[in-house]
């Protein structure tokens, strides 16, 4: 994580300060911008085997981590709109407790803001001895609360372990 | 081969793209803010379709105006502002569970009872002894 963190950095300032004060061959756009910092941090990343190994194998599943979150905005927003657009409502709100499996604050941090942002859930609280997630959400279907709390443990959690274990 | 694109043309019809989107999306948001049954459904609408809307529009700003500075600004403004708005989110529901606000008739609530009821038992100690007080 702070490995990334930092990568990122010179990444970004690394394609900022190519384009404003260097000579660059490429005419100025966003994307460009993209593909310059995205290069810097694929040449950061082929080094990282030397000095930080499993580095090397997290960066892909973060990858993965971030498409699926933005795939599931998108279509969570979707629904809501759609319900939001039709006269009936679609929706069966529920309050479930989600047990968890992560353990530290960063973890349950990232968690609760990622649930948060999706659209259609929202985190309440978490229970005093840090087992359970408080969290309302809409569509349930047929009052089927544990295909809502699979979907959490084995959307957003279980890659979120992947990638701080 | 690069001199030929006219670049200007392309960044404003991706940069309208974005924005139409963006603001459609807050557009529906708002909407769901006026006609949606009870509070946290209508917050889940409101603060999510913001977030992403403003996100739209701000990208869509950035690669109109096609300088580096603003794609920096842009980035922070976009990074911060998923950073905190699921927070204010989760704060304002946290004290509205705290101030009783009522659950749509038709929320299942079965999980949540013990919670409620430790939390409403443990508000009304807190109301009692500042009555004291």
Known sequence: ?165 | MLDNINFLLIREIVSSVLIIIGVVFMTISTIGLLRFPDFYIRMSAITKGATLGLGLILTGMGIYFNEPDMFLKVMLIIGFTFLTSPVAAHVIGRTAVRNKIPFWERTNLEEFKDYLHKEHSAHRDHERDNKQV
Not at chain 1, 15 to 38: Q, R
Not at chain 1, 66 to 87: G, S
Request: hydrophobic share 50%; glycine share 2%; no cysteine.
């Open chain 1, 1 to 165: 994580m702070k490995t990334f963190i930092i990568h990122f950095l010179i990444a970004f300032i690394g394609s900022y300060l190519y384009f404003k004060y260097g000579d660059p061959m490429l005419p100025y756009n966003a994307f460009w911008a993209v593909v310059v910092a995205v290069f810097i941090m694929f040449v950061l990343w082929l080094t990282t085997p030397f000095y930080h190994r499993t580095y090397f194998h997290k960066l892909p599943r973060a990858l993965n981590f971030i498409a699926y979150f933005l795939k599931e905005l998108v279509v969570a927003n979707l629904r809501v709109a759609y319900d939001i657009l039709t006269p009936n409502y679609r929706m069966k709100p529920a309050v479930v407790a989600v047990p968890l499996s992560v353990t530290t604050d960063l973890e349950i941090t990232l968690l609760a803001n990622i649930i948060t942002l999706t659209p259609g859930s929202l985190m309440i609280d978490i229970s005093a001895d840090r087992k359970l997630l408080y969290m309302h959400t809409l569509y349930v279907k047929d009052n089927d609360l544990e295909s809502v709390k699979y979907h959490i443990k084995h959307g957003f959690e279980r890659r979120l372990m992947q990638l701080t274990r």
